[in-house]
């Protein structure tokens, strides 16, 4: 009883605070927080019961009521400073003193950064050593919006994270807004930006695959389906649909893009029309077309300056025999200068491919045609495409296409008023995006980087990075030596001697 | 005004005819300077690598004595200065209280409001010359290249500004105590406190928040950027304001607890 009386009030108030610290550090309020705490405060309260008439008496002295007003006068200045802090940090004035302005943001950037309207989490995987670049960007975009948040995440110390997140680069960042998520692998402020566009737009841009016609399936999870395809779209926040031409009278107006994944079969006039209307008014087409057949498929791209031809693409290098694939299975690693392609470092191969060139005549202004992709100069453009089932034997003829040969370009199609213009890729293959082969070596990332520019996304805003201004000192070994003696070692001696003379001198 | 002038003086005074103060500052700039030698010769390094890269590859790559240099050195610097300030403001009150001048000070008429400014001022003044004097780092600088200069005032502003919020701390402890070492190490542990809390703020709940904000060293960073921002300005003068408050209502109970 004594005890209780004696201690009762300072080992409650201690309870109660182990309590407090412990839900911080557990993050819950579950027993092992509740129990400290409640008994904590009956053991305070037992405690001042049994001191009561104590507390009366000193209650009455003059120091005690110092003291409480002391302590109020504290309270009272403290909360007044935090209110202060609160509202003066609402208004606060940031100016970036460095001549490149370094650690400013781009206007664009900002005015994304504060129309943001849902909470936004940049999850950040990469070594320690490079935090320090990455926090001198994140911290700005922070600062601009208070829905912004970022962490840090290094995947050799937390691995559970960087597997949730399927990480397998350093240095990727995770964009998330609810449930979307958009992964970028630069720390630039163009990149960074465009994926907090992405993620928080609310209306999803759809890509339509066409049907009817015998082309690989979306829905199909074999091995000619577009499974893979279509989720690698929808991981990227967009949605892939099946679209049957025939029932409609026109493309739907949400159709961002249109593919044409290989169709077995002509297309009727009333579905070319309705595709001619498309583009006209802007529109993105993905054809992909197999060799063989489908001559009015040809002609209808023909018209847009692409040139696909009667042929199959035989690849004599003898480098795709690495990979178990014959001389019609032909490889690419030389790719054209594209935004598509720009960077793109990965091979890709295309199983019975036909030709796919692309040639804008001077007078067709307003087009812009490139090759996205292009054989070896060793394979060439088969004509005689008997020769190649029959035998296998196929040989270089005068008629034949000489390599490098094309397999996929890009054009860009202006409307009839000349302002918007519509975007086409063409394939001379289909089966290269296929479950079977979309994840070998580049396939997929081309087929969606192909996407990705036909959804005219690419580029959502472009921002000049501000580097920092290069600013270098030239200095000799021995000028070094002599700044090391002078900074080092003269300088405090010149002070400790300095001292000791006005010392000296006082005491005098 | 005039009565805090004369406080100021006489504490200033007091400072500069003791040897500590000497040792303190000798010491602070021979320590920046074993960083300043030790930073200047990585940079040089770096500035030799990216010499040579764009010879061999015709890479080029900039190279900033700002960020890489300076940027680190102000960083290092602002920890010294945790070190260093205990020992300056060890004296503040500490002094007046062990040899009984305090009783003199409290029954003049000079108020305690003055009395706590006129201290704070000499020991900040004191401070301030140490950093004025840690100046030389850039100027070497600026004899053998181009460092940006905006920047660079920038990030000796911050040290200004976070060295007195802590001489505001120094000056309350001491004001606790007659003991100038306990005034010393407690001042040096409470700025070990708000140095470190920084750590726990990391993660996004309002705590790492809150930890990460009352950080001292926390608000340097951008300072040495060369990033101006009011709301460290805001933070270093409240943090100020409230220990110089505290020093009031500490000086204030030595009169009525007798």
């Given amino acids: 009883m004594d005890l209780l009386k004696r201690f009762g009030i300072w080992v409650g108030i ?182 907090l566009i992405k993620v928080t737009r609310t209306e999803t841009k759809k890509v339509y695959f066409t049907t009817g ?211 086409l890729v063409a394939f001379g293959d289909s089966d290269f995006a296929t479950n079977r082969y979309f994840n070998a070596q580049g396939n997929g990332d081309l087929f969606m980087n192909s996407v990705n520019w036909l959804l005219q996304d690419e580029d959502l805003i472009s921002v000049r990075p501000n580097a920092p201004e290069d600013r270098r000192i030239q200095m000799s070994q021995s000028q070094v030596r002599t700044v090391l003696i002078l900074v080092v070692i003269l300088l405090p001696v010149l002070i400790l001697v300095v001292g000791g003379v006005m010392y000296w001198t006082r005491r005098r | 005004m005039r009565k805090t002038w004369e406080i100021f003086k006489r504490d200033l005074k007091s400072y500069y005819s003791s040897p500590i103060a000497y040792v303190v500052i000798a010491l602070f700039i021979a320590v920046s300077g074993v960083f300043f030698y030790a930073l200047l010769t990585r940079f040089l390094n770096i500035q030799m690598q990216a010499m040579y890269q764009a010879q061999q590859m015709g890479r080029s790559i900039t190279v900033n004595v700002n960020q890489m240099m300076i940027r680190p050195l102000l960083a290092n610097m602002s920890i010294i200065a945790l070190f260093m300030i205990p020992m300056i403001t060890m004296r503040s009150f500490s ?24 201290k704070f001022g000499a020991a900040f003044v004191l401070y301030a010359s140490m950093v004025v004097v840690a100046f030389i780092y850039p100027v070497v600088l600026m004899f053998y290249g181009n460092p940006e200069i905006a920047p660079t005032l920038m990030g000796y502003l911050g040290l200004l500004l976070m060295g007195a919020a802590t001489v505001s701390v120094g000056v309350l402890i001491s004001s606790f105590t007659e003991n100038q070492i306990i005034a010393a190490i407690g001042t040096f542990a409470v700025m070990m406190l708000f140095w470190t809390i920084g750590w726990l703020g990391t993660g996004n709940s309002f705590f790492a928040d809150l930890a990460s904000y009352l950080s001292i060293i926390e608000h340097m960073g951008d300072f040495t950027k060369g990033v101006f921002d009011t709301k460290h300005l805001v933070y270093y003068a409240s943090f100020l304001f409230v220990a110089l408050f505290l020093t009031y209502q500490s000086i204030e109970s030595t009169k009525w607890r007798g």
């Fill in chain 1, 14 to 195: 201690a309870l109660i605070l182990v309590g407090f610290v412990l839900s911080w550090i557990l993050g819950t309020w579950g027993a092992p927080v509740l129990i400290p705490l409640i008994l904590g405060a009956v053991l305070a309260v037992t405690g001042v019961v049994f001191n009561w008439s104590y507390i009366r008496e000193i209650s009455g002295r003059q120091t005690t009521k110092y003291g409480v007003s002391s302590i109020i006068g504290i309270v009272i200045v403290l909360v007044i400073v935090v209110i202060a802090n609160l509202i003066l940090n609402e208004f606060n004035w940031r100016v970036d003193t460095t001549a490149a302005k370094q650690f400013s943001l781009a206007d664009q950037t900002v005015k994304v950064l504060q129309n943001l309207e849902q909470d936004v989490e940049a999850i950040a995987f990469d070594v320690e050593s490079n935090r320090s670049r990455l926090e001198d960007r994140l911290k700005e975009y922070e600062e601009q919006s208070s829905k912004f948040s970022w962490r840090f995440v290094d995947p050799d110390k937390k691995p559970e994270i960087a597997k949730q997140y399927n990480i397998r680069n350093l240095g990727t960042i995770v964009v998330e807004a609810g449930t979307k998520t958009e992964r970028i692998d630069s720390y630039s402020e163009q990149n960074l930006t465009n994926a």
């Fill in chain 1, 213 to 423: 016609h015998g082309e690989h399936a979306i829905g199909d999870d074999g091995e000619s389906g577009l499974q893979s395809a279509s989720a690698a779209i929808e991981e990227q926040n967009y949605v892939a649909e099946k679209l049957f031409l025939a029932n409609l009278d026109s493309i739907p107006g949400d159709a961002s893009v249109v593919v044409i994944p290989g169709p077995q079969t002509e297309f009727f006039d009333k579905e070319f029309n309705m595709l001619a209307q498309y583009i006209d008014k802007g529109g993105n087409v993905f054809f992909m077309l197999d060799p063989q057949g489908s001559p009015r498929m040809k002609d209808f791209l023909a018209k847009y300056y692409f040139e696909p031809g009667d042929n199959i693409v035989v690849d004599a290098s003898g480098i795709g025999q690495l990979f178990g694939a014959g001389p019609t299975v032909p490889l690419v690693n030389n790719y054209g200068d594209h935004t598509i392609t720009e960077g793109f470092g990965l091979m890709s191969f295309y199983p019975l491919a036909r030709s796919m060139g692309v040639n804008v005549p001077s007078n067709a202004s307003g087009y812009s045609g490139n090759v996205l992709a292009q054989t070896s100069r060793n394979s060439w453009g088969e004509t005689d495409l008997d020769r190649i089932s029959s035998a296998s034997q196929a040989e270089q003829d005068p008629e034949d296409m000489a390599g490098p040969v094309p397999l996929a370009s890009a054009m860009e199609v202006p409307n009839s008023s000349g302002s918007v213009k519509g975007r």
């Fill in chain 2, 95 to 118: 002094e007046d209280k062990r040899s009984g001048t305090i009783e003199l000070l409290l029954t003049s008429p000079i108020s305690n409001t003055q009395m706590i400014l006129g």
